[in-house]
């Protein structure tokens, strides 16, 4: 498997090494058609929807005949509640109860975020951090830990961009890095086993802490091979062709 090669930086902005990156996470080709396929499922699997109507079972009243079927001259009815009458029901309305998950396999999951992945690689978006630790929970800290990174040549925008600016993925989950960036918006920190299209698609950089540690849990996303899941090979088997009967001869009396 070939490997890329990238730098790390401490939290201070200071280069801190080079790290070998699997091709099968950041070395991978654009995929329109299958990031679009895994961000609008990922999406319609969040609507709450909210909207609801009610349907002709839902409307109280209208269980007696108008009138009769024939001979008032007037158009047949069965229920004041039809869709076709002031307070009646709601045809084809939307309803707080409709089911808009979709299904998305694992395997492209993974596969459409690694895709992003390589695409942020190439464009200079990643940027990997040996480790992230605050003393103390305050937005202070946070602002000077972005702007040390800023400072990091090519990421000069992570100190002006006002929206959308990074999404910091950590290898474990530090409560104090958690409540000293709450107060900036732009700005989101998650575990990198939580890490998603949907966020490489709002944020613009993403900051990767402990990169070796956080890479071995992107590679573990892809699932293993094993025999269950192999093709199956079906073997044609050979029937051995049984031996005609011997002819039974009969005497004649």
């Known amino acids: 498997m070939n490997t890329l090669e990238a730098k790390i930086y401490t939290q201070d902005g200071k280069a801190a090494g080079?790290?070998?990156?699997?091709?099968?996470?950041?070395?991978?080709?654009?995929?329109?058609?299958?990031?679009?396929?895994?961000?609008?499922?990922?999406?319609?699997?969040?609507?709450?929807?909210?909207?609801?109507?009610?349907?002709r079972g839902d409307v109280r009243g209208g269980g007696k005949k108008p009138w009769q079927q024939k001979g008032t001259g007037r158009a047949r009815h069965g229920s004041i509640r039809s869709p076709l009458w002031p307070g009646g029901g709601v045809s084809h309305g939307p309803r707080n109860d409709k089911n808009f998950d979709r299904k998305i396999n694992q395997k492209m999951k993974a596969k459409a975020l690694f895709t992003l992945l390589s695409k942020k690689m190439r464009d200079g978006e990643v940027l990997f951090v040996e480790s992230i630790t605050l003393k103390e929970a305050k937005t202070k800290q946070a602002k000077s830990l972005i702007a040390a990174l800023a400072g990091v040549k090519g990421y000069e925008m992570l100190a002006t961009k006002k929206n959308n600016t990074a999404f910091i993925a950590m290898s474990a989950k530090s409560a104090s890095v958690d409540r000293s960036f709450g107060n900036m918006s732009n700005i989101s920190v998650n575990e990198v086993r939580n890490l998603n299209v949907l966020d490489l698609m709002k944020y613009k950089f993403v900051v990767i802490e402990n990169p070796k540690s956080s890479v071995s849990s992107l590679e573990s996303r892809l699932p293993a091979r094993t025999a269950a899941s192999a093709p199956k090979v079906f073997v044609k088997k050979e029937v051995a062709k049984k031996a005609p009967k011997a002819a039974v001869k009969t005497s004649k009396k």
């Open 18 to 55: 080079a790290f070998e990156l699997p091709e099968n996470v950041f070395g991978l080709s654009w995929n329109a058609d299958l990031v679009h396929q895994v961000m609008t499922s990922m999406l319609t699997s969040k609507r709450n929807p909210v909207a609801h109507t009610q349907t």
